[in-house]
């Protein structure tokens, strides 16, 4: 066998080990890895899990979308009358059950006897499953973004250290008058992996982002309705220091770059493509299937 030859197939099988390595890297230390800003891979979080094929925030949304090797999965947060966080996106859950009401007007027990809707609107057999439940799936095998917690942070704290997935868990913190608060009556501790949602048109939108730099675990989530901001040529200098979480959803949050433009149009440079070139880290999709095999092609995704 000529030496070159031994060396390619030493290199193929060095590379291949490294590769499985990478893919077999624990959610904690993969999320380690994106705080020291090497951005060989851009990670795909699944918005309130594979909704396309299970329902929205179910447990089995959840499952599939450990399956299919997405990144991470965003969930939402609320809380029951008896004190039980749950995982729903609506205040009430008219819209994604067969039951009609406020959380907050329900126990646990009376939300189980409701069954989630699949995306054609149809009751299936799954129910509303609490967060606690939700991170006992997803300990040691995917991220997990908490949205919709900020009125509860301590509360979603307890859960995260009950199960331990405090380090494989990011938290969105924002409030409803200005993006980028805290909520007043919780100290965030320093383990807390942060994301702070971020209104680009806001006058002091840069000055929030930069005051983060002093929480080390901290993502910044910028949204914008319409790309000719000034402040969006900053986010790739940004990207140099923080952690920038970009969404392809819906055009109101990236300005028209979404994920409908990419897959129904064929866009996907003016919709991902424009996203990368803000140096993402994340991006949050409604297509993560499509977002993958979009980005493995570009050889960003393993």
Known sequence: MKKSTYSSILFLLAFG????QLQAQAPAEKLKAVYHLKREQVLVAAHRGDW?????NSLQGLKNSIEKGFDLVELDVKMTRDSQLVVMHDNTIDRSTNGKGKVSDYTLAELRKFRLKNGLGRPTAHQIP?????????KNKILINV??????LPQVYAVLQETGTLDQSIVNVNDNQEFGELNAQFSVPEEMNLMVVVGMKLPNALK???????HKKSIIQPVFDTDSLESLGMLPRIAARQVIWLNSLWPSLNGGHDDDRAVEQKE????????????AT????????????????????L
């Open 147 to 152: 949205d919709k917690g900020n009125p509860w």
């Open 130 to 138: 609490t967060l606690k439940e939700m991170m006992e799936v997803a």
């Open 268 to 279: 996907e440079g003016e919709s991902w493509g424009w996203l990368l070139d803000k140096k």
């Open 17 to 20: 080990f490294w590769t499985l």
């Open 208 to 214: 929030v982002i930069e005051s983060y730099r002093m």
């Open 52 to 56: 396309r094929n299970a329902p929205e």
């Open 282 to 301: 994340f991006i949050q999709s409604d297509r993560p299937a499509e977002l993958l095999k979009y980005l493995k092609n570009k050889g960003l995704h």
